[in-house]
């Protein structure tokens, strides 16, 4: 699962600061060109927005999905969602916005399991695969939701693989699979006569055996050693319109006749009912080869001797020099190293950093707490949702929703959040004493952190969040049906929008805040019972409120409480 990250966007490996760039436009281009599939799809949806198609983009990865929703909002797209954390009624509303006569809904974000029968998206003309699921019938099931009764038009279906990846081998032997499981359903006994014979089965629990994983890894290992510099093509210089061309060009084929010969025909396989026993042979010698074939000597070399070098210096250090070493290595050099992985995602810095010169004076260490249950990822996310409501440790369940953990229980996500917020507070009280015993140089001191597992938390950031949303979680009621009757307590000013605003519209901005958190602005204006779907985020950008002005009204709202 991780190398198929790799292969969709580098920011579901290592997603960038909030903080680290100035503004929209450079932002957008950061986040196209770090995936290669991303910037072959901003070319073909700018082509089919002027052609006036309307488009299906499926992903197995909900964190995908939030990706192509920043950049879709960077663009000015118009666009649905459903996945498996929207609810039935948020559901059905954006099934029915998009389907409606006349939307300007350009894209429908999709799961690629989400939502099951039933769904018919049957206005769009477009499929996006942005990536292959693992079981072939989970994409066809997804293509069939544009093929639905009162398809008028040619659907045109288009699926992205990574070329010489474990993207590209993961699909060709799935797809090998299927068609061997319905060759083998095709021809099964239907008599009846031995379904009470018990065989050994194989299990359908795990996908591929253990040499199977290990082509799988294998596979595109060696082109990577073989490429040679500077003869890589640009992506920027790819032509869409010869690519749209060469995808929607046709061979004259007769018509299927049978649904085996349909299924094989989309697979583009070799007919396997003319091979004899003697023809099946294994796979080329490709996947059998050795690890030290792949890679070249000299790279193995290198490796080795570092290896060895490596070995060599815990040998000989002493514990406490090895203790100092490792503090100066991971506190000097984590600024850096971490921009430098955004980009290369390796920690490739660590060689140069010792060539440069220490600085004087004591390292600062930033203490590290490790907790078991959840990965780095998951941790930024709680911790991003964390910022995003008042008395967090009283809304986990909210925290837990906004961040996808629902599956986690109770008990661990209090500790996480405990954890989260007593850490802040220790770290602010170092830091304090740090300052005090600096003399005041407050200029040269940084912002105190800490760090849970491998992710570096900013402990005032998040004491300050958790300050400024307190007012809003001490007025709005906790219980829901005397949140509905809720009017915010004070005298405001009124709202310089292009649509009507009054305190009812206010109040229901910060039930909204309250119920999905501050600027969930998308998710706020879903929800019918705020009665705001029609006033906020308007399709036209230059008209008001975006999310920009509703930052600024909810700030102001929220100091009044």
């Known amino acids: 699962m991780e190398l198929k990250k790799c292969c969709n966007h580098c920011y579901l490996i290592k997603p960038p600061d909030d903080n680290e760039f100035y503004n929209k436009q450079e932002a957008l281009q950061h986040?196209?060109?770090?995936?290669?599939?991303?910037?072959?799809?901003?070319?073909?949806?700018?082509?089919?927005?002027?052609?006036?198609?309307?488009?299906?983009?499926?992903?197995?990865?909900?964190?995908?999905?939030?990706?192509?929703?920043?950049?879709?909002?960077?663009?000015?797209?118009?666009?649905?969602?459903?996945?498996?954390?929207?609810?039935?009624?948020?559901?059905?509303?954006?099934?029915?916005?998009?389907?409606?006569?006349?939307?300007?809904?350009?894209?429908?974000?999709?799961?690629?399991?989400?939502?099951?029968?039933?769904?018919n998206l049957a206005s769009a003309d477009t499929v996006v695969i942005f990536d292959s699921d693992w079981n072939p019938q989970n994409d066809l099931q997804a293509q069939a939701r544009a093929h639905r009764i009162g398809q008028k038009k040619q659907?045109?279906?288009?699926?992205?693989?990574?070329?010489?990846?474990?993207?590209?081998?993961?699909?060709?032997?799935?797809?090998?699979?299927?068609?061997?499981?319905?060759?083998?359903?095709?021809?099964?006994?239907?008599?009846?006569?031995?379904?009470?014979?018990?065989?050994?089965?194989?299990?359908?629990?795990?996908?591929?055996?253990?040499e199977e994983l290990s082509a799988i890894l294998k596979f595109g290992a060696e082109e990577l050693?073989?490429?040679?510099?500077?003869?890589?093509?640009?992506p920027q210089e790819m032509d869409i319109d010869e690519i749209l061309k060469r995808a929607e060009t046709r061979e004259n084929e007769p018509g299927p006749l049978t649904v085996g010969d349909e299924l094989l025909s989309q697979f583009k396989v070799a007919n396997f009912s003319n091979m004899?026993?003697?023809?099946?042979?294994?796979?080329?010698?490709?996947?059998s080869r050795n690890w030290e074939e792949i890679i070249p000597e000299v790279q193995r070399r290198r490796i080795e001797e570092e290896e060895r070098q490596k070995e060599l210096e815990e040998i000989y250090m002493l514990p406490r020099m090895r203790n100092c070493a490792k503090q100066i290595s991971f506190?000097?050099?984590?600024?850096?190293?971490?921009?430098?992985?955004?980009?290369?995602?390796?920690?490739s810095d660590s060689v140069s950093e010792r060539?440069?010169?220490?600085?004087?004076?004591?390292?600062?260490?930033?203490?590290?707490?490790?907790?078991?249950?959840?990965?780095?990822?998951?941790?930024?996310?709680?911790?991003?949702?964390?910022?995003?409501?008042?008395?967090?440790?009283?809304?986990?369940?909210a925290v837990a929703r906004d961040a996808e953990l629902v599956d986690k229980s109770e008990t661990d996500l209090r500790r996480l959040g405990e954890l989260v917020h007593n850490g802040c507070i220790k770290a602010l009280k170092d830091?304090?004493?740090?300052?005090?015993?600096?003399?005041?140089?407050?200029?040269?001191?940084?912002?105190?952190?800490?760090?849970?597992?491998?992710?570096?938390?900013?402990?005032?950031?998040?004491?300050?969040?958790?300050?400024?949303?307190?007012?809003?979680?001490?007025?709005?009621?906790?219980?829901?049906?005397?949140?509905?009757?809720?009017?915010?307590?004070?005298?405001?000013?009124?709202?310089?929008?292009?649509?009507?605003?009054?305190?009812?519209?206010?109040?229901?901005?910060?039930?909204?805040?309250?119920?999905?958190?501050?600027?969930?602005?998308?998710?706020?204006?879903m929800d019918p019972d705020l009665s705001l779907t029609q006033k906020i985020l308007p399709d036209d950008p230059?008209?008001?409120?975006?999310a920009k002005q509703l930052q600024t009204r909810a700030d102001y709202l929220i100091k009044l409480l």
């Open 155 to 210: 659907v045109n279906i288009y699926r992205l693989v990574t070329k010489g990846s474990v993207e590209e081998d993961i699909l060709e032997r799935a797809k090998k699979k299927m068609v061997l499981d319905h060759l083998v359903i095709q021809r099964m006994d239907t008599t009846g006569k031995t379904v009470l014979h018990t065989g050994s089965t194989p299990s359908s629990s795990t996908p591929f055996n253990k």
């Open 31 to 119: 986040l196209i060109r770090s995936s290669g599939k991303l910037i072959l799809l901003d070319k073909l949806l700018i082509r089919l927005r002027e052609r006036g198609n309307r488009v299906l983009i499926f992903s197995q990865m909900v964190r995908m999905l939030d990706i192509l929703a920043e950049y879709l909002k960077y663009r000015q797209f118009p666009f649905q969602r459903l996945d498996g954390s929207i609810k039935g009624e948020l559901r059905k509303q954006a099934l029915d916005h998009f389907n409606a006569e006349g939307s300007e809904d350009f894209c429908f974000l999709l799961s690629t399991r989400a939502g099951g029968l039933g769904i």
């Open 276 to 287: 004899d026993e003697d023809d099946i042979e294994l796979e080329p010698e490709r996947n």
């Open 355 to 397: 060539k440069r010169p220490k600085k004087r004076g004591r390292p600062r260490t930033i203490p590290r707490e490790n907790i078991k249950g959840f990965s780095d990822a998951e941790i930024r996310r709680f911790i991003k949702s964390y910022k995003k409501f008042g008395g967090p440790l009283e809304r986990l369940d």
């Open 225 to 234: 050693f073989k490429e040679p510099e500077g003869e890589e093509q640009e």
């Open 331 to 347: 506190n000097g050099s984590e600024g850096r190293r971490s921009r430098s992985r955004r980009y290369s995602g390796s920690d």
């Open 542 to 546: 230059d008209k008001k409120p975006q």
């Open 431 to 525: 830091n304090s004493s740090g300052q005090e015993r600096a003399g005041g140089r407050l200029g040269k001191v940084k912002g105190p952190t800490f760090r849970i597992s491998g992710v570096q938390v900013n402990a005032k950031l998040v004491i300050s969040h958790e300050e400024e949303l307190a007012p809003l979680h001490k007025s709005i009621p906790s219980d829901p049906e005397e949140r509905k009757r809720y009017v915010i307590p004070c005298h405001t000013k009124a709202a310089h929008f292009d649509i009507d605003w009054g305190k009812e519209d206010d109040s229901n901005l910060l039930i909204g805040i309250y119920e999905y958190g501050y600027g969930s602005w998308e998710m706020i204006k």
